[in-house]
């Protein structure tokens, strides 16, 4: 069923990713509300000098939010770090693959680093299917105990063609979306697969929001 | 009555452009006043402190007791200490870097330590911040940590800055609804 749905969206994005250059970054925001950003903050707002990692675009909204709680901020933006078509190799049945390990050197090699709290957004459903595990791994490693990672997820009514966006904090429960460059949503988890990814952690909290997003808590 | 009286009119003392001759030397034809041309801000800048051009390739360390505009290349450290570094739009760094106030326009894969940090629209980033003021362009890359110090003599009091476009507030969403907690 999965797979299925992932090969739905690859067909019908590869005319919308051939057509025209990437759309640059826009200066409209939408407002939202989100529940499960609430539930994070309320997790890192108790104490200061937290470590934060945020694996989404650059947000100077989110530093400065983030940093004015006191806390420490470790940016990293996957998506971006994914992207690089110097990460291609060739597989061995032919045609080619991505090269996991240098993808997690170059990206989410944190060097000894430990986080409070991760701020996944929706990396995953925008991420190669390849990465994925991977990466939820590497951060599994890297959060302490007791440690929360706030991510999001596509429900399928979302569609397809669901615009990527970046999110910028506003507030302690409210965002700012702004649309961004296309990227390819790569499938739809369902619930079962996102308890699935993240087997290892403690604890996972689901809320669902009309805009077709599964906001998840996620509790190491 | 309503008339402009010419002596009312303001005076206008024209400016001897740079290049045109001194007073008291002798022209065959006096030159056409021209208004001065005004500095932009961003030359004016950087008349007052050195500058590196963007031809110029650097290996090893490079200190200073006076502001710096380097727009080459650079691998190793930079150490201004008290004063000001900024690294224009052709800049290329890979080294550490020490000053008092540091502006990116250009990319630079090192650290970043100093009082205050810019990172303008166009600055790529690929290292740790440790600054007490910070402001970032929308735009700009960064990939690294950012410790925000706090200022010394018990000023807590932090400038963190954003450089952003309000964007229209379309809230098209309710509060969610927890819909199961799952424990593993």
């Not at chain 1, 409070?116 to 599994?140: F, G, K, S, T």
Request: hydrophobic share 40%.
């Amino acid at each position: 069923m999965a797979e299925s749905l992932m090969r739905f969206f690859r067909k019908e994005n590869e005319s919308a990713s051939t057509q025209g250059p990437l759309t640059a970054l826009s200066a409209e925001r939408i407002a939202r509300h989100s529940t499960g950003f609430e539930a994070f903050s309320a997790h890192i707002a108790g104490s200061e000098g937290l470590t934060v990692l945020d694996l989404g675009p650059t947000s100077p909204r989110n530093i400065q939010y983030l940093t004015s709680l006191g806390h420490k901020l470790y940016n990293v933006d996957v998506l971006a770090g994914a992207a690089d078509p110097t990460l291609s190799v060739p597989a061995e049945g032919g045609g080619s693959t991505l090269d996991v390990e240098r993808f997690l050197a170059e990206n989410v090699n944190f060097r000894g680093r430990k986080f409070d709290a991760v701020l996944c957004w929706d990396v995953a459903d925008y991420l190669q299917e390849i990465l994925v595990r991977p990466l939820v791994e590497r951060i599994h490693g890297a959060l302490n105990p007791g440690g929360v990672l706030l991510g999001f997820f596509h429900t399928r009514d979302a569609g397809p063609d669901a615009p990527y966006y970046r999110y910028h904090i506003t507030s302690a429960s409210e965002l700012e979306l702004q649309p961004a460059r296309k990227r390819r949503l790569q499938r739809v988890f369902n619930n079962r697969h996102i308890e699935n990814l993240f087997g290892e952690y403690r604890s996972l909290k689901f809320f669902l929001a009309r805009d077709f997003l599964r906001e998840v808590l996620v509790v190491r | 009555m309503w008339k402009a009286r010419t002596e009312d009119k303001p005076v206008t003392v024209p400016t001897p452009a740079a290049g045109s001759p001194a007073p008291g030397a002798s022209v065959s034809a006096a030159p056409a006043p021209r208004p001065a041309p005004t500095p932009r801000a961003g030359e004016n800048f950087r008349g007052e402190m050195a500058h590196i051009g963007k031809s110029v390739l650097i290996k090893g360390e490079l200190s200073g007791s006076e502001d710096l505009y380097l727009d080459g290349e650079v691998e190793g450290n930079v150490d201004l200490k008290q004063h000001c570094l900024t690294i224009g739009p052709h800049g290329r760094v890979r080294a550490n870097l020490r000053a008092r106030e540091i502006v990116v326009h250009g990319k630079v894969d090192g650290n970043i330590s100093g009082e205050k940090v810019e990172l303008k629209k166009s600055a790529i980033l690929m290292g740790d911040i440790s600054t007490q003021r910070i402001v970032i362009e929308e735009g700009a890359y960064f990939k690294g940590a950012i410790d925000i110090q706090k200022e010394p003599r018990g000023d807590n009091k932090r400038e963190i800055a954003v450089a952003s476009t309000p964007g229209s507030a379309l809230d098209f969403s309710e509060p969610a609804m927890p819909l199961l907690e799952k424990k593993i």
